[in-house]
């Protein structure tokens, strides 16, 4: 995971060793599940399915990381309060 200053972007390693923390959100209207998955894929993310005990979810990840800060924990949120 890289950190950007509002969010986080995940980098598709291909490693099942990686791990991040994630908020896992349902989007229960079509047009809008529709519409942020196209704009997510017009600003560079690859969209990527990850199976987890519960079940499949649907991802966004770059497939390489831009010049910005690693976050090796995986936990942006405790990356930022540091």
Not at 4 to 27: C, F, K, Q
Not at 48 to 76: A, C, L, M, R
Request: glycine share 8%; with cysteine; net charge negative.
């Amino acid at each position: 995971m890289y950190a950007l200053e509002h969010y986080p972007y995940v980098v598709y390693t291909g490693n099942s060793a990686d791990s991040i923390l994630v908020e896992i959100v349902e989007i229960k209207n079509p047009n809008t599940e529709f519409e942020l998955h196209q704009f997510e894929l017009s600003v560079g993310y690859d969209y990527q399915e990850v199976e987890f005990q519960e079940g499949t979810v649907g991802i966004y990840v770059f497939k390489t990381p831009g010049n910005h800060p690693y976050v090796p924990s995986g936990d942006w949120v405790s990356y930022f309060c540091r």
